[in-house]
């Protein structure tokens, strides 16, 4: 009796006669928990799934690991506890239908039982301790869109952690998710299901809660509220300044509010003028690049002209009218004991509130974790990628011989007063120091290595540089379109919001290339973003995790993304606050708003961007024959399972470490490779290992060995066999494989061969036998009156393939 046969006879009955899918509000779910590791060429690593999973009142409660009858009951324990803890299901089973043997994941007491519990005993089980509103948020089942959405496996643990902490009375909750898992729709699951079960502060289901969502971008807030759209259209408020001084009042009737930061502390509506809401910056430390046009007489950020408390327009609300704020994007001030936004926490205090983040780790004076706590639940961005449910990247580092500058007498001083005796490095280019034919050099390696219709995101050192690098491009792209290459910053406006909206349009191709200062580090959600590339240098973590993140989206045959790193910024993957688990909280003393104080380097980095309206900058015309002195060295880093990127060198040298367990030595390597079918299931082993087509071509890259064979790719790492081109194996083995075969056979054969050389081994999987046939022949009947019939056609095309790869002293 074999797997299915042993659930379908056995187990399956076992479950329904405990009352599983039998019992109103019950069900048994077959579940993928993780599709896969994407690995390349549109493969994925093998995924997880479980054979069954046990809901009772839309949570799940059990998970189940099947085994045929002939194996022991035992024996998928192991994969039912790992199933368990992903799912963070209470119990797990695992049986081989005769037998089950039960796990409690809670205090890990095990043992065999003789029927599975019915739904209500296990549900009892679990909540010995009765909660109304536990109850009443399992009563109400997820929005799920029509039957076209289901929580994946961490956002159903998040949203039931969060949940959980609201029931039991917790007032500051912190969620971490990396950017790209749906920490919108965990919020929008919350909301629906507070909402639905007339859950709000007083404790008592007697009316709808109000709940804030709070961003610090006028697009994050957009983003939210069309997200939303489920609820009732009169339960939604988005509250803008426009709408507030049209009605002369903040509204206060609905359900679901959504606004920035910057909308709650602009001036009341009574005040004669009406602040811009967004070009107000957050916090110090993270000024957002709109506060670059923002600045009073004096160069100071705006920051330091905000009205007083009693002007701000969130004092119009009563401090206990919010039941729930949920801040989006928490760690970017929102928390932090010196930011003027902390304001408007603590002036809603009675709310419970919900933070979210992709980056909640300490980064200088980010105190997050201090003012939320530890997070409920956090899935980083390695679990994502690994996971499947996030693209994975490689990173090319690329140094050029001006990544630092000393004056040289041959060069012109267009602007400025140089410094003869300093090393000018990257943090200066671009803030006090240009010099274009540096910027071109580095354009024309970019646009070299990027096809030309993938879409990239470009960050560059302020709004000016951002500007030299648009207009570079244009002039240097084969693209004939004026619009290929477009700023976004804020002095770009509302053409530049078009621009980006268009760029978000997947089925739109123009623009394909955006550059920017700061604008784009957070709320740009463009699932097909294929480049990232950095101009800048990076010093905080949490924007460095936050630009990764711009690449990190799925979408339809994007197997991977890539980043181009022009400044060294590859350095903080190798940073323990990069992907590790998140450090303590350090106290921290408040900060006084006063201009004398010293601030951080983040904060001197952003507030440079102010040098764009200076003339104090130094711009330098490299002497006649300078520019082409100008070189560059590339170096490519891979996607790591550990959540690195690991050099091609250790790359190498874990796939020489693995090949072991793939074949034991060349004559096995050769006798697999030299099938189809074989080398099939050799291809998928290497990629289940991490190293896919694409990776296989990067390391053939590395070695020289472009134009030759994976088969002599994989004898060089593993027997330090010098590769030969395909052409030269081709040459080599013609006239054996052509002894072997009559003229037309021959014919065909030729004709497969030079696919091969162009192309590569893909050319001799079985699955291209259809199309090179079609374009050999133009139809099947022509291939067959030429070469017989489809299986003999099939046996010569396998058969002449180990010939292809055959030492030619063993054939007779």
């Given at each position: 009796?074999?797997?299915?046969?042993?659930?379908?006879?056995?187990?399956?009955?076992?479950?329904?006669?405990?009352?599983?899918?039998?019992?109103?509000?019950?069900?048994?779910?077959?579940?993928?928990?993780?599709?896969?590791?994407?690995?390349?060429?549109?493969?994925?690593?093998?995924?997880?799934?479980?054979?069954?999973?046990?809901?009772?009142?839309?949570?799940?409660?059990?998970?189940?690991?099947?085994?045929?009858?002939?194996?022991?009951?035992?024996?998928?324990?192991?994969?039912?506890?790992?199933?368990?803890?992903?799912?963070?299901?209470?119990?797990?089973?695992?049986?081989?239908?005769?037998?089950?043997?039960?796990?409690?994941?809670?205090?890990?007491?095990?043992?065999?039982?003789?029927?599975?519990?019915?739904?209500?005993?296990?549900?009892?089980?679990?909540?010995?301790?009765?909660?109304?509103?536990?109850?009443?948020?399992?009563?109400?089942?997820?929005?799920?869109?029509?039957?076209?959405?289901?929580?994946?496996?961490?956002?159903?643990?998040?949203?039931?952690?969060?949940?959980?902490?609201?029931?039991?009375?917790?007032?500051?909750?912190?969620?971490?998710?990396?950017?790209?898992?749906?920490?919108?729709?965990?919020?929008?699951?919350?909301?629906?299901?507070?909402?639905?079960?007339?859950?709000?502060?007083?404790?008592?289901?007697?009316?709808?809660?109000?709940?804030?969502?709070?961003?610090?971008?006028?697009?994050?807030?957009?983003?939210?509220?069309?997200?939303?759209?489920?609820?009732?259209?009169?339960?939604?408020?988005?509250?803008?300044?426009?709408?507030?001084?049209?009605?002369?009042?903040?509204?206060?009737?609905?359900?679901?509010?959504?606004?920035?930061?910057?909308?709650?502390?602009?001036?009341?509506?009574?005040?004669?003028?009406?602040?811009?809401?967004?070009?107000?910056?957050?916090?110090?430390?993270?000024?957002?690049?709109?506060?670059?046009?923002?600045?009073?007489?004096?160069?100071?950020?705006?920051?330091?002209?905000?009205?007083?408390?009693?002007?701000?327009?969130?004092?119009?609300?009563?401090?206990?009218?919010?039941?729930?704020?949920?801040?989006?994007?928490?760690?970017?001030?929102?928390?932090?004991?010196?930011?003027?936004?902390?304001?408007?926490?603590?002036?809603?205090?009675?709310?419970?509130?919900?933070?979210?983040?992709?980056?909640?780790?300490?980064?200088?004076?980010?105190?997050?974790?201090?003012?939320?706590?530890?997070?409920?639940?956090?899935?980083?961005?390695?679990?994502?990628?690994?996971?499947?449910?996030?693209?994975?990247?490689?990173?090319?580092?690329?140094?050029?011989?001006f990544d630092e500058y000393v004056y040289n007498e041959e060069d012109i001083i267009l602007a400025g007063q140089i410094d003869k005796d300093k090393t000018y490095t990257e943090a200066d280019f671009n803030r006090i120091i240009e010099?274009?034919?540096?910027?071109?050099?580095?354009?024309?390696?970019?646009?070299?290595?990027?096809?030309?219709?993938?879409?990239?995101?470009?960050?560059?050192?302020?709004?000016?540089?951002?500007?030299?690098?648009?207009?570079?491009?244009?002039?240097?792209?084969?693209?004939?379109?004026?619009?290929?290459?477009?700023r976004v910053t804020a002095d770009d406006g509302e053409l530049g919001e078009q621009m980006l909206r268009a760029f978000q349009d997947n089925e739109k191709t123009i623009p394909t290339i955006l550059t920017t200062s700061r604008k784009?580090?957070?709320?740009?959600?463009?699932?097909?973003?294929?480049?990232?590339?950095?101009?800048?240098?990076?010093?905080?973590?949490?924007?460095?995790?936050?630009?990764?993140?711009?690449?990190?989206?799925?979408?339809?045959?994007?197997?991977?993304?890539?980043?181009?790193?022009?400044?060294?910024?590859?350095?903080?993957?190798?940073?323990?606050?990069?992907?590790?688990?998140?450090?303590?909280?350090?106290?921290?003393?408040?900060?006084?708003?006063?201009?004398?104080?010293?601030?951080?380097?983040?904060?001197?980095?952003?507030?440079?961007?102010?040098?764009?309206?200076?003339?104090?900058?130094?711009?330098?015309?490299?002497?006649?024959?300078?520019?082409?002195?100008?070189?560059?060295?590339?170096?490519?880093?891979?996607?790591?399972?550990?959540?690195?990127?690991?050099?091609?060198?250790?790359?190498?040298?874990?796939?020489?470490?693995?090949?072991?367990?793939?074949?034991?030595?060349?004559?096995?390597?050769?006798?697999?490779?030299?099938?189809?079918?074989?080398?099939?299931?050799?291809?998928?082993?290497?990629?289940?290992?991490?190293?896919?087509?694409?990776?296989?071509?990067?390391?053939?890259?590395?070695?020289?060995?472009?134009?030759?064979?994976?088969?002599?790719?994989?004898?060089?790492?593993?027997?330090?066999?010098?590769?030969?081109?395909?052409?030269?194996?081709?040459?080599?083995?013609?006239?054996?494989?052509?002894?072997?075969?009559?003229?037309?056979?021959?014919?065909?054969?030729?004709?497969?061969?030079?696919?091969?050389?162009?192309?590569?081994?893909?050319?001799?999987?079985?699955?291209?036998?259809?199309?090179?046939?079609?374009?050999?022949?133009?139809?099947?009947?022509?291939?067959?009156?030429?070469?017989?019939?489809?299986?003999?056609?099939?046996?010569?095309?396998?058969?002449?393939?180990?010939?292809?790869?055959?030492?030619?002293?063993?054939?007779?």
């Amino acid at each position: 009796m074999n797997e299915a046969e042993t659930r379908a006879e056995l187990i399956d009955p076992k479950l329904k006669e405990a009352g599983w899918g039998v019992v109103a509000d019950s069900a048994v779910k077959r579940e993928v928990i993780a599709p896969g590791r994407l690995l390349g060429g549109g493969k994925r690593a093998k995924p997880l799934i479980a054979d069954y999973v046990l809901v009772y009142r839309n949570q799940k409660l059990a998970v189940i690991e099947a085994k045929k009858r002939d194996l022991p009951d035992t024996e998928g324990l192991q994969q039912a506890k790992e199933y368990a803890q992903r799912l963070e299901t209470p119990f797990t089973y695992s049986t081989n239908g005769l037998h089950i043997y039960q796990v409690d994941m809670r205090t890990a007491q095990e043992g065999y039982i003789d029927h599975f519990p019915s739904p209500e005993e296990l549900w009892q089980r679990i909540h010995a301790i009765d909660n109304q509103w536990l109850d009443r948020f399992a009563d109400i089942p997820f929005e799920d869109k029509s039957g076209t959405w289901q929580p994946r496996y961490y956002q159903h643990n998040a949203i039931n952690a969060i949940l959980n902490k609201i029931a039991q009375g917790e007032g500051r909750i912190l969620l971490t998710l990396a950017t790209g898992t749906g920490k919108t729709a965990i919020a929008f699951q919350i909301a629906w299901k507070l909402f639905h079960s007339r859950w709000n502060l007083s404790g008592k289901p007697t009316r709808r809660p109000r709940i804030l969502f709070l961003a610090d971008r006028n697009i994050l807030a957009d983003q939210a509220f069309n997200a939303f759209s489920a609820f009732p259209q009169d339960a939604l408020v988005r509250i803008e300044p426009s709408q507030i001084k049209k009605q002369g009042r903040i509204p206060k009737n609905g359900s679901i509010f959504f606004t920035i930061f910057q909308t709650f502390m602009t001036k009341s509506v009574n005040e004669d003028e009406e602040e811009s809401a967004e070009t107000l910056p957050l916090t110090r430390e993270f000024d957002s690049e709109e506060s670059e046009r923002k600045l009073n007489p004096n160069g100071n950020s705006i920051s330091n002209t905000i009205p007083e408390p009693e002007a701000f327009r969130f004092y119009d609300y009563p401090p206990d009218f919010f039941d729930l704020i949920i801040i989006d994007e928490c760690h970017r001030g929102g928390a932090k004991d010196e930011s003027r936004w902390r304001g408007i926490l603590e002036y809603f205090s009675p709310a419970v509130q919900l933070g979210l983040t992709a980056t909640p780790k300490r980064d200088n004076n980010t105190d997050t974790y201090s003012y939320f706590g530890e997070p409920v639940y956090t899935y980083a961005l390695k679990d994502g990628i690994n996971d499947g449910y996030l693209t994975p990247f490689k990173v090319k580092q690329i140094e050029t011989t001006f990544d630092e500058y000393v004056y040289n007498e041959e060069d012109i001083i267009l602007a400025g007063q140089i410094d003869k005796d300093k090393t000018y490095t990257e943090a200066d280019f671009n803030r006090i120091i240009e010099m274009r034919p540096r910027e071109a050099f580095r354009i024309k390696l970019l646009l070299e290595a990027i096809s030309p219709d993938e879409k990239t995101l470009v960050f560059c050192a302020s709004q000016r540089h951002a500007l030299m690098i648009r207009d570079l491009v244009n002039q240097m792209s084969s693209s004939n379109n004026p619009n290929y290459c477009v700023r976004v910053t804020a002095d770009d406006g509302e053409l530049g919001e078009q621009m980006l909206r268009a760029f978000q349009d997947n089925e739109k191709t123009i623009p394909t290339i955006l550059t920017t200062s700061r604008k784009l580090s957070t709320g740009v959600d463009a699932r097909n973003v294929r480049n990232i590339v950095l101009l800048r240098p990076i010093n905080s973590m949490i924007e460095f995790k936050q630009i990764i993140g711009r690449g990190t989206r799925l979408y339809d045959s994007k197997d991977y993304f890539t980043i181009y790193d022009f400044v060294r910024a590859y350095k903080l993957f190798q940073d323990p606050l990069w992907d590790g688990e998140p450090e303590a909280p350090t106290p921290i003393t408040p900060r006084k708003n006063n201009d004398s104080q010293p601030i951080n380097q983040d904060t001197q980095t952003s507030n440079n961007d102010s040098s764009d309206s200076t003339p104090s900058k130094i711009i330098i015309q490299l002497g006649d024959g300078r520019e082409r002195e100008i070189e560059s060295r590339q170096q490519t880093s891979f996607w790591s399972p550990d959540g690195l990127p690991i050099s091609a060198t250790e790359f190498i040298e874990r796939l020489y470490g693995d090949i072991p367990e793939l074949f034991t030595d060349e004559d096995q390597l050769r006798l697999l490779w030299s099938r189809p079918d074989t080398r099939k299931s050799l291809l998928d082993g290497l990629a289940q290992k991490g190293y896919g087509d694409e990776q296989l071509t990067e390391v053939s890259r590395i070695i020289d060995a472009e134009k030759s064979d994976i088969y002599d790719v994989l004898a060089y790492i593993a027997y330090a066999h010098k590769p030969i081109t395909r052409q030269e194996r081709v040459i080599k083995h013609q006239h054996l494989i052509f002894s072997r075969y009559t003229g037309k056979q021959q014919e065909f054969l030729d004709f497969v061969l030079n696919h091969y050389i162009v192309e590569g081994v893909t050319e001799l999987d079985q699955s291209k036998l259809p199309q090179l046939l079609e374009l050999k022949y133009h139809n099947l009947n022509d291939a067959i009156a030429s070469l017989g019939s489809v299986p003999e056609i099939k046996k010569v095309f396998i058969e002449f393939q180990q010939y292809l790869y055959v030492n030619k002293q063993d054939v007779a």
